[in-house]
């Protein structure tokens, strides 16, 4: 596609569910990484994808959190068992190589109640 | 994770005003990148830059990469009501991923 697609661009759950966030990124784009953003924070790395290798989890705050990378292109993070400090926007990201700049979407802004 | 110094956290100035902005790190990067997020999108790629004292521009807008690779700092010149928004840098080491700064918030008063 024209840019990087995520959805849904809001969720609002209950605390203790499970939510499946997804990211469509630019198409032939080999790297694909997963941010948080907190209310009036910087941007948290939480996990990244280049092509077939093993992803990079380094930044993933839980067990609760784990993401996929399907056929290279589609990318779903699921965060189970939510808690309210998981409200937050997650902003997925592409960029053709690991140096260049990424090229964002536009989040999706979690609410967990 | 890597700490970058990212002053101010807020500015207020002035239509038709310059400004600077910077970020630092304790640590040496090989790229700097800067960013601009505008509420409820996700951040817009500004200036990329890739070698240490690489000045560089984007219309009113000057980037700059420190010679000691541990600093960078981002001019708006002449701003205008549209330049409103979080402004982030970014710093990579060569590894996969990008260390953002916690954003300097910019108000411009017509």
């Known amino acids: 596609g024209a840019g990087v697609s995520q959805s849904p661009s809001n969720k609002v759950t209950e605390k203790g569910k499970d939510v499946e966030l997804r990211c469509d990124p630019i198409?032939?784009?080999?790297?694909l990484y997963w941010y948080r953003q907190s209310l009036g924070q910087g941007l948290e790395f939480l996990i990244y994808?280049?092509?077939?290798?093993?992803?990079?989890k380094s930044g993933l705050p839980s067990d609760r959190f784990s993401a996929e990378r399907t056929g290279g292109s589609v990318s779903t993070l699921t965060i189970q068992r939510t808690q309210q400090e998981d409200s937050a926007v997650y902003l997925c990201a592409s960029s053709l190589a690991s140096a260049d700049g990424y090229t964002f979407g536009s989040g999706t802004r979690l609410t967990v109640v | 994770g890597q700490q970058l110094n990212q002053s101010p956290q807020s500015m207020f100035i002035q239509e038709g005003e310059d400004v600077s902005m910077n970020c630092t790190s304790s640590?040496?990067?090989?790229?700097w990148l800067w960013y601009k997020q505008d509420p409820g999108e996700g951040p817009v790629l500004l200036i990329a830059l890739y070698k240490a004292g690489e000045l560089t521009s984007n219309g009113r807008l000057t980037a700059q990469f420190g010679i000691t690779r541990k600093d960078s700092f981002l001019n708006i010149s002449a701003s205008i009501p549209s330049d409103v928004g979080i402004y982030f840098c970014a710093g990579q080491l060569g590894g996969n991923q990008f260390y953002f700064g916690t954003g300097t918030s910019l108000t411009v008063i017509p």
């Open positions: 640590s040496i990067f090989n790229t």
């Open positions: 198409s032939g784009h080999t790297a």
């Open positions: 994808f280049q092509g077939n290798s093993a992803p990079d």
